[in-house]
């Protein structure tokens, strides 16, 4: 097969550049892969990627949400599951405002264009994406944290879980939002996961013990 | 022919108030910044290399530095250089940016808030102080940039980051012993005198003046060198400090008194000042 050079790295000639500072790492799986792991907290849209956008405008039939890129993203309020130009008065795209929290993907995304983002998967359906409800706290992390959180079996995930139940959404544009039953709760979830930068494996099992003990 | 500069600004990492940080950075960069040396004869331009002759700085007449403050709720609540999180909800934003000579060179209002023209004077007069300040470290910080350029030392971003070492040392952590500390203090508050009589309700004359036991006799006559300490302790705390008191050799400063002792407790080792306190007899809680 043929091998992949992931981002980070780049060809030059025969031989490969490297573009950003950090770890190399190697999949062997269908043909073999090179990537950089790197540490960055700027998020650049990429075509796929699964963000939290924020309602900053309402024109006309599309929305203009802040993905945290270099130009804000549209999204047609047809994007929705079960929305259809007849069907205007769509519960979801009605009630959007200013302000809301979007889940969506990106349908278009290069440096040339403005992105533009769906709430739909390729066969229609919303497949978890769509308005974020009511309270819980929106938060930015490191794009690092956010693919370590979104490993399948993630032990951060796990051990937090045994806390207190939540509802977690993450994005790859390094926004995180949390719900938890109460406020205190919630804002220690948002002080763990901002500390799992940092902290080691045993620190924050040490950090967790301490909460549960309390 | 003319110079032409262009100060280029990358953000690596920012907790909101970008604006602030910006402006110290830019007028900084400026001010540190060398040209190369020019001398102008008739039409002939030479333009020395830094190797002939040392480059010199730009003139720079005044140094201004931006001050943000954030209002919340309708201008009630006001919040000097707000971090990301305080930006993202508050109402309105006022920018203003002033020298050390405090004259305001721009002032800039965004957001819904309605400002009254005293909350704006009362900013003015709160950036004035914050620029005074930031324009002192900028001076400390070129000058002594200068210096260790001078010297020969080394300078630059990488030697201005404080060095952050894991050092050989190691603090053994003291055991303290509590086995019977329990017994300790049963047999300290055995000893002990009962606690003054407690005046629970204050006797009231008028709305306003009321009055809590019989009060004493005033004896501000007699104490030139002594001092009056207020006792407002539990029993517990208090046999504990007695205990100390009589151990303790050094100056010690704590509040902590015993309403129960006639004798004066002398604290101080020290010549100069001599620390008398008089506890008087059964005397009911006094309110000053």
């Known amino acids: 097969g043929r091998l992949l050079c992931g981002p980070g790295l780049r060809r030059s000639g025969a031989g490969l550049l ?37 309602v900053t405008a309402k024109a006309g039939d599309v929305f203009r949400l802040d993905v945290g890129g270099s130009e804000p993203a549209s999204l047609s309020y047809l994007a929705f599951e079960g929305a259809t130009k007849r069907n205007r008065p769509n519960v979801q795209a009605s009630a959007l405002g200013v302000g809301d929290l979007i889940y969506g993907q990106f349908l278009v995304a290069n440096k040339d264009m403005e992105p533009e983002m769906v709430c739909i998967d390729s066969s229609g359906k919303s497949s978890g994406m769509g308005i974020i409800g009511q309270d819980g706290f929106l938060f930015k992390v490191s ?21 207190y139940p939540f509802e977690l959404v993450l994005g790859m544009n390094g926004r995180i939002w949390v719900k938890a039953k109460t406020v205190q709760q919630t804002l220690i979830l948002v002080n763990i996961l901002e500390a799992c930068e940092y902290m080691t494996a045993e620190q924050r099992k040490q950090a967790l013990a301490k909460l549960s003990g309390n | 022919q003319v110079w032409q500069i262009r100060l280029d600004m990358h953000l690596l990492n920012h907790d909101g108030n970008i604006t602030d940080a910006a402006s110290i950075a830019g007028i900084v960069a400026l001010c540190h910044f060398r040209r190369p040396d020019v001398s102008v004869q008739g039409e002939e331009v030479t333009v020395y290399t830094p190797e002939e002759r040392d480059p010199v700085p730009l003139s720079i007449h005044h140094m201004p530095i931006c001050v943000s403050f954030a209002f919340f709720h309708q201008g009630t609540y006001l919040l000097v250089d707000p971090t990301e999180r305080e930006e993202r909800v508050m109402d309105g934003l006022l920018v203003i940016a002033m020298n050390k000579h405090r004259d305001i060179c721009t002032i800039q209002s965004s957001g819904v808030v309605m400002l009254v023209q005293d909350q704006i004077l009362r900013c003015s007069k709160i950036t004035a102080v914050k620029v005074a300040e930031i324009t002192e470290l900028i001076q400390k910080a070129l000058e002594n940039d200068q210096k260790v350029r001078k010297e020969g030392g080394k300078f630059g971003f990488a030697e201005s980051i404080p060095n952050q070492r894991i050092t050989a040392f190691k603090m053994e952590s003291a055991a303290v012993d509590t086995n019977n500390l329990e017994q300790q203090a049963g047999e300290i508050i055995a000893k002990a005198d009962p606690p003054s009589e407690v005046f629970a309700n204050p006797i009231l004359h008028t709305p306003g003046t009321a009055q809590i036991g019989e009060g004493v006799e005033n004896s501000w006559g007699d104490l030139e060198e002594s001092e009056k300490e207020e ?7 208090s046999e504990a400090a007695a205990f100390e008191c009589h151990k303790v050799e050094t100056e ?6 015993e309403t129960k002792n006639d004798e004066p407790i002398v604290l101080s080792d020290s010549e100069e000042e001599e620390v008398v306190i008089l506890e008087p007899q059964e005397l009911p809680r006094k309110t000053r």
């Open chain 1, 18 to 54: 490297v573009t950003k500072c950090g770890l190399l790492r190697h999949r062997a799986a269908g043909g073999g892969a090179y990537w950089v792991d790197s540490q960055q907290k700027r998020y650049v849209p990429v075509k796929g990627d699964h963000v939290i956008g924020i």
């Open chain 2, 252 to 257: 010690d400063t704590s509040a902590v008194r």
């Open chain 1, 143 to 163: 794009l690092g944290l956010i693919r370590k959180l979104l490993a399948p079996k993630c032990e951060i995930i796990q051990d937090l879980s045994q806390l």
């Open chain 2, 231 to 237: 006792a407002v302790e539990e029993e517990g705390e």
